[in-house]
């Protein structure tokens, strides 16, 4: 049980691409945030294969939403494919 709370603390994660921040997990989703390469998210849960959940700071806000994985690359993956 300990591992499982483990993998539930937010790593810091740098982008290696332009990515929208979604309030949702379809593309089509409302826009929250604009990250650009080399901003820094907090990732807090492998939602899915495509999407992860993360926490950023935008204009003094905190704002919570969801990313493509393939805008971290390989890190994407680090904390572990739900499949």
């Keep these: ?3 499982a709370a ?5 790593v810091a994660h ?5 990515c929208p921040v979604y309030d949702g ?4 989703s409302a826009v929250l945030a ?7 998210v907090q990732v807090t849960d492998t939602i899915n294969a ?3 959940r993360v926490r950023l700071d935008k204009d003094g ?3 919570v939403g969801y990313m493509d994985r ?5 890190r994407g993956n680090e904390r572990g494919n739900r499949k």
């Design 14 to 18: 740098n982008t290696i691409v332009d």
């Design 50 to 52: 495509y999407f992860v």
């Design 6 to 10: 483990a993998d539930r603390t937010p």
């Design 70 to 74: 393939r805008c971290f690359g390989e």
């Design 61 to 63: 806000q905190t704002k």
């Design 25 to 28: 997990m379809k593309k089509t």
């Design 1 to 3: 049980m300990g591992k």
């Design 34 to 40: 604009q990250t650009t390469s080399g901003n820094e």
